[in-house]
């Protein structure tokens, strides 16, 4: 005990026996003194434990476990495909990482659009190089081959194993001086080799799209049919695009239109979708996207409230791609067979348009979450009925995540580590810095608390010898 301490305690003591209060018992004192020890060395080191693990959290990288099965396979056909994704995307790293990713299972582009990040089927998020980023807010976001090997930016391909580029600056500088894409990713084919960018006019009509292969060649696509703009949805299988056209204003119908590799035109194979009479969205923001197998069309259109003419939900629905019959959408028990679904009806949820995933052949929403959605009557918006299948981050705020190939494809892994990486920094460091203040406000208490009274003078001791 320091000798201020020493000092105030005998203080106390006098002043003690002076009001006639029985003196403290020496195991109470002893114990006392203990307590006061073990809260000297005990505070302290928990702060600075409190402290040495906010910094640690901050640091922390978003490493993961490997995956227990191989990120990509190849199947019959000779196409390489993804064989996990991750079922929980973790924050942004706090200190980004510009290697190549490797196979990526899903790109996710930060909140304020100033960084893109690449999930690999594990979870391990990484930061993709500046280099790779969209170029401006106007240009398409970024998408991802089925293998998760290479990303579409623009023209702009990248290889994600290697960190290379088929594509020279001179050859990019040339498609864009050329052609100008449309606000939507691209669309890979199922083996993905050949990437779909789709373009609108400026000036004289000169094609519809252009088609990127691996080794850097293009082929531009006809215009559909007298330069109208045609609703793009993919690829019906490894040769042949599917578009749909609105013939114009008063019609209620999409007319299908496929086109080949090698062919000068694209064909009316004379299917008619019949769309208006279930979806309530605008015809002029209508987008389309086919099932990975090519055996489902999904139509999404967003619906603005007409008081504030904002944004105030997405309305979609499925149809046979090859003979445009309404398959409508699963039932509440997320039945895979559309004999079960109710025929011609839709669904509508909260979202700004975000391109779908499909999941075991229904689709998926990524508007912020990624969950599946079930069939309810039109016009509730609230209370949708769904399941999250990949838990994304909050400190992505909120942002569309594509997919490989649009599809969450093969065994989900759990990745722990993330999981209670977010856990931690949920609850967490709010109870940490709870703790760090409250240790504060404890000790500068007590010290003011020292000495407990005024000093009082001690009485006067006979020192005069008998």
């Known amino acids: ?140 976001a970024p998408s991802l081959s089925p293998d998760g090997r290479w990303m579409a930016d623009g023209f702009a391909l990248t290889d994600l194993v290697r960190g290379t580029s088929p594509t020279t600056p001179a050859a990019l500088a040339r498609m864009e001086q050329r052609w100008a894409p449309l606000q939507e990713p691209g669309w890979w084919s199922p083996s993905s080799r050949l990437l779909f960018i789709g373009t609108f006019n400026q000036g004289t009509p000169v094609a519809s799209g252009v088609v990127i292969g691996l080794d850097g060649t293009t082929t531009e696509v006809p215009l559909v049919e007298g330069g109208l703009q045609a609703t793009f949805a993919g690829w019906l299988d490894d040769r042949t695009l599917y578009a749909l056209l609105d013939l114009g204003p008063g019609t209620t119908r999409l007319e299908v239109r496929t086109w080949s590799l090698g062919e000068r035109a694209w064909k009316a194979p004379g299917t008619i979708i019949s769309w208006r009479d279930a979806i309530e969205g605008d015809p002029e923001m209508l987008h389309a996207l086919l099932s990975p197998d090519g055996q489902r069309l999904l139509l999404t259109a967003p619906v603005t409230n007409p008081d504030s003419d904002a944004l105030d939900r997405t309305d979609a629905m499925m149809f046979d791609p090859r003979t445009g019959a309404q398959l409508g959408m699963p039932s509440a028990d997320g039945s895979v067979d559309p004999s079960t679904w109710d025929q011609g009806s839709a669904v509508s949820w909260q979202g700004w348009g975000c391109r779908p995933a499909w999941h075991d052949g229904l689709p998926v929403r990524t508007d912020g979450d990624v969950s599946g959605f079930v069939d309810r009557p039109r016009g509730l918006v609230d209370g949708t009925s769904h399941r999250e299948l990949v838990a994304v981050s909050s400190g992505y705020g909120g942002a569309c995540v594509a997919f490989a190939g649009n599809e969450l494809r093969g065994t989900p892994v759990t990745n722990h580590l993330a999981v209670w990486q977010e856990r931690l920094f949920a609850w967490g460091v709010p109870l940490l810095l709870l703790v760090v203040l409250g240790c504060g406000v404890w000790w500068v208490l007590r010290r003011r608390n020292y000495p407990r009274r005024p000093p009082r003078r001690l009485p006067m001791i006979i020192t005069q010898p008998f």
């Open 1 to 140: 005990m320091s000798p201020d301490l020493l000092g105030t305690a005998l203080r106390d003591l006098v002043y003690d026996a002076e009001r006639d209060l029985a003196a403290p018992v020496a195991i109470d004192l002893w114990a006392a003194g203990r307590r006061r020890r073990v809260r000297a060395v005990a505070v302290p080191a928990l702060v600075m434990a409190c402290v040495a693990t906010l910094v640690a959290l901050t640091l922390w990288p978003a490493g993961a476990p490997r995956a227990s099965v191989p990120a990509v396979q190849v199947d019959d056909g000779g196409t390489a495909r993804l064989t996990a994704y991750p079922d929980v995307i973790a924050k942004p790293p706090s200190i980004p990482t510009t290697a190549a990713p490797g196979v990526t299972a899903a790109l996710v582009p930060s909140g304020d659009a100033a960084s893109t990040y690449a999930a690999s089927p594990a979870g391990v998020v990484r930061r993709l190089s500046p280099s790779a980023l969209p170029r401006s807010f106007f240009e398409p």
